[in-house]
């Protein structure tokens, strides 16, 4: 299979390839050179907005499914970050849903089965804000109304409700949006949570301490899971119900213990079988800092008693 991929100098498409790599035709693309380029994969610089419609032709002639992952970053470092502040993001991340557009529509005209989009959890991020850490519900479902309370939230949530009609088929035919809300994609970091480690505010909820160490366990996505995260995406056949259109939400994190992001979705439609959980991964750090430190480590999630 042909596989465009966008944004291929990026941290989630880095994790993705190596699922891929060997078992498809991949085609790179960034405004930056990627440090690891696949046997058999072309690389073609381009930045996705300035590109001409000639060349955005070209880049996505016979490609039969695009793994879109670029992003122009609005932040410093993350949502989190304190510079720049939150409400002078909007541009930047309304450039990201403009990028968005313009691959959705060169997949469509350019025959495209399937896009697969990466998303992120904070597009739906105001439940775990303001719910999941003060213990109020347990579980955030792909079903939940997408809710955020920043514009990098906002914008993930926008690239996938932009997708729904290019799903339904009013611009003359279906396509297939798999839309993948990561976790988080990184090793923890232990020091970051040991007692007086605490970060200072961002003006988002957050937890700190120990509470942001179960969210973290809950969070994470481990690098050979991401791998089979994006190659069950990408190869499945979606097993939707009859009648369903072709959209699709799907968390991607590992078989967490403490997960507070379904991935019904992710296992029952796309067939992904996370094989890691970071309580097991972290085992030594769990035993330390939530289960031999007395008061303060109750409860599976949330900072309630912390």
């Not at 699922?19 to 930056?32: A, K, M, N, P």
């Not at 907005?49 to 670029?70: C, Q, Y």
């Not at 002078?88 to 025959?111: K, T």
């Not at 970051?192 to 700190?208: C, D, K, Q, V, Y």
Request: glycine share 8%.
């Amino acid at each position: 299979m042909k596989v465009l991929i966008t944004g291929a100098a990026g941290h989630m498409a880095t994790l993705a390839m190596p699922g891929l790599e060997g078992r498809h035709d991949l085609r790179l693309t960034d405004v930056r050179t990627p440090e690891h380029v696949p046997a058999g994969a072309t690389f073609h610089p381009m930045s996705l907005l300035d590109a001409t419609d000639a060349e955005m032709t070209d880049l996505f002639r016979g490609v039969e499914t695009v793994i879109h992952s670029a992003y122009i970053p609005s932040a410093e470092r993350d949502v989190y970050s304190l510079s720049p502040p939150q409400i002078e993001r909007f541009d930047a991340e309304f450039n990201n849903i403009r990028m968005a557009q313009r691959v959705y529509r060169c997949a469509l005209e350019s025959g495209v089965k399937r896009v697969l989009v990466v998303s992120s959890n904070h597009a739906a991020d105001w439940y775990e804000h303001n719910e999941i850490h003060q213990r109020r519900r347990d579980m955030v479902y792909p079903t939940d109304l997408p809710l955020s309370d920043n514009f990098y939230g906002w914008a993930k949530a926008s690239y996938e409700l932009l997708a729904y009609p290019y799903a339904c088929g009013v611009f003359g035919r279906r396509i297939e949006m798999v839309m993948l809300r990561i976790g988080s994609p990184y090793p923890l970091d232990v020091s970051r949570f040991e007692p007086g480690a605490e970060t200072a505010p961002s003006g988002l909820t957050r937890p700190t301490g120990r509470a942001a160490f179960k969210r973290a366990l809950g969070a994470y996505l481990s690098n050979r899971d991401c791998a089979a995260l994006f190659r069950s995406a990408l190869e499945a056949e979606l097993v939707l119900p009859v009648d369903t259109l072709p959209w699709v939400i799907a968390y991607g994190i590992s078989d967490n213990t403490r997960a507070f992001w379904s991935l019904e979705t992710a296992r029952r439609v796309l067939g992904y079988s996370p094989q890691d959980d970071s309580e097991v991964v972290y085992a030594d750090a769990v035993r330390r800092l939530l289960t031999e430190c007395g008061h303060g480590s109750s409860g599976r999630l949330g900072s309630a008693g912390d």
